[in-house]
């Protein structure tokens, strides 16, 4: 199994940049590197995956150094909407999903 | 399209009492997982459909617990007889057929109280 290690909480304003970075040491050759988000009384909701260097969509980055071994899920210009709680996972495409661990998560905290 | 949903959102039952929640997947997702959180605590796998069949159930923590996918399309956990731990919130989630296991659909949970 993967043991991620990521911040428990973060503060920020809005319309700053957000980096939230997670530790993997022991990520295996097959996983990739996925991010959720969750907000109070709903579901996780899937953000943005990558395998190596860095991938982009309209909501976040991601960045993945060369070893592998951390990630940094980047939110540019936050709002107070982005308040929600961040989990970092990571996993084999081919692997059973019980081997995919959400730990505590990174509780962000977006003031005006 | 429709998201995944979940009834009931919440359930308050007795210690001893039966309870099954209900999940419809995304149309056309072969696979559903279970997972669920409880006080406190992280979430946690439980079990994974492909259709109708059970992929892996090794996160389903004893026998009180019976997960179904008849037809291949909506799943029922039941709980048989609830104990106080099982106290918490229950998630189903679901992807398209072959996807990566990371790019999973969420429902909006079952909240269970075991009284």
């Known amino acids: 199994l993967a043991k991620t290690t990521q911040p428990i909480s973060m503060d920020s304003y809005e319309g700053q940049e957000v980096n939230i970075t997670c530790s993997h040491n022991n990520i295996a050759t097959n996983d990739y590197i996925t991010w959720y988000q969750q907000f109070p009384s709903q579901g996780p909701r899937f953000i943005i995956q990558g395998y190596k260097t860095k991938v982009t969509n309209e909501v976040a980055s991601l960045f993945i150094p060369a070893d592998r071994k951390s990630s940094t899920l980047s939110l540019p210009r936050v709002s107070l909407s982005d308040t929600a709680v961040y989990y970092c996972l990571v996993g084999s495409w081919y692997s059973s999903a019980s081997k995919i661990i959400f730990g505590s998560g990174t509780r962000l905290s977006i003031r005006p | 399209e429709a998201g995944v949903t979940q009834f009931p959102s919440h359930s308050v039952i007795e210690k001893g009492q039966t309870v099954t929640l209900r999940c419809d997947p995304i149309s056309g997702h072969d696979n559903l997982y279970w997972y669920r959180r409880v006080m406190g605590k992280e979430i946690k796998f439980l079990l994974h459909f492909v259709k109708e069949s059970k992929q892996d159930e090794s996160g389903m923590p004893n026998n009180r617990f019976l997960a179904e996918r008849t037809g291949g399309t909506y799943s029922t956990l039941k709980v048989q007889p609830a104990e106080l731990e099982d106290s918490g919130v229950y998630f189903c989630?679901?992807?398209?057929?072959?996807?990566?296991?990371?790019?999973?659909?969420f429902g909006p949970g079952t909240r269970l109280t075991v009284l």
């Open positions: 989630a679901s992807s398209y057929p072959g996807s990566s296991y990371n790019e999973q659909f």
